[in-house]
């Protein structure tokens, strides 16, 4: 009668919901299954046995479908419960300077980036090393297999860590810039009240104030524009560093915004920042 004795310190409720579906499957097979459980400093402690048919071929057949379906409730729970935990302590030992805020930023991307790694896959990582510790002796210490084994899966976490951690030092970075860009509006005289960006020739733009006239000249200097105009310089890199220069109290953007929404000008402006409502010269372009 096969046996496989299992130690679980975390997450022992959910693995034996996990093994008494898995198990229950093979009873249809003609298999007797018994799951009994015990507790010790801590540690659930469950004993899975299969008593299988005396015909050897059907015997050894379900006792590989039994070790199969042990390793799948396993993998299973290892997946499900232990793996936000693996991240946050892989991410820890990858990043020791951050702090708790940064670990919190960083694992939802670490998390949407092991989201991409199919289920199935990881499944499959997880209960392949799982069987084959079963087939090597038939008892496990969970809490033991997900620290010193799995390391495949392991492989793969640490490479959605490192996605997600450039994800997140990216963004970091881009929210301290718009802060000092904000900064650099805020606490400087404004050159013109109001400004009004325009769509200008060849996907560029115009900037004009209350009246008409263009203040692209009077503000920017003209290699500027010429690095612009043969492609060198990003226009949102232009815009934003027009909009430092004259730290304008209003901007009214004419742009149709399906066409070119400035995601940046807009973190950046705040409430300085209009959309067009339809006036008359923006009504002349869309006719």
């Known amino acids: ?31 007797g299954v018994e799951i009994r459980e ?8 469950f004993t899975c046995a299969l008593n299988a048919p005396a015909e050897p071929r059907a ?22 419960e232990f793996a936000s935990g693996m991240i946050a302590g892989r991410l820890r030992r990858l990043r020791p300077d951050y702090t708790d805020a940064d670990i919190e930023g960083a694992l939802a991307p670490a998390e949407r980036a092991l989201g991409r790694l199919r289920g199935e896959e990881r499944l499959f990582l997880v209960a392949t090393e799982a069987l084959e510790c079963l087939w090597e002796r038939e008892r496990i210490d969970v ?48 050159s013109i009240d109001e400004l009004h960006i325009f769509p200008g020739r060849e996907d560029s733009f115009e900037m004009r104030d209350r009246n008409g006239s263009s203040v692209d000249s009077e503000y920017l200097e003209a290699y500027v524009w010429d690095l612009a105009r043969e492609g060198c310089v990003d226009r949102e890199d232009l815009l934003i560093s027009a909009l430092v220069s004259l730290a304008p109290l209003k901007v009214h ?3 149709d915004r399906s066409v ?12 300085r920042l209009v959309y067009c409502s339809g006036c ?7 006719t």
């Open 1 to 31: 009668m096969p046996q496989i004795a299992i130690c679980c310190r975390l997450y022992a409720g959910e693995l034996r919901e996990r093994l008494e579906a898995h198990l229950e499957a093979l009873k249809g097979a003609g298999a």
């Open 143 to 190: 809490d033991g297999f997900v620290r010193f084994r799995l390391r495949e899966y392991k492989r793969r976490l640490d490479d959605c860590l490192h996605d997600a951690v450039r994800r997140y030092e990216l963004g970091r970075e881009q929210q301290e810039f718009i802060k000092l860009l904000r900064y650099l509006i805020e606490h400087q005289e404004a």
């Open 59 to 80: 015997a050894g057949a379900l006792e590989e479908l039994f070790r199969a379906r042990v390793a799948q409730a396993i993998a299973e729970t290892v997946v499900c």
């Open 280 to 286: 008359e010269r923006c009504a002349r372009q869309r």
């Open 253 to 255: 953007w004419h742009f």
């Open 38 to 45: 015990s507790a010790m400093g801590g540690c659930a402690f």
């Open 260 to 271: 070119w929404r400035s995601q940046v000008a807009e973190k950046v402006l705040g409430r």
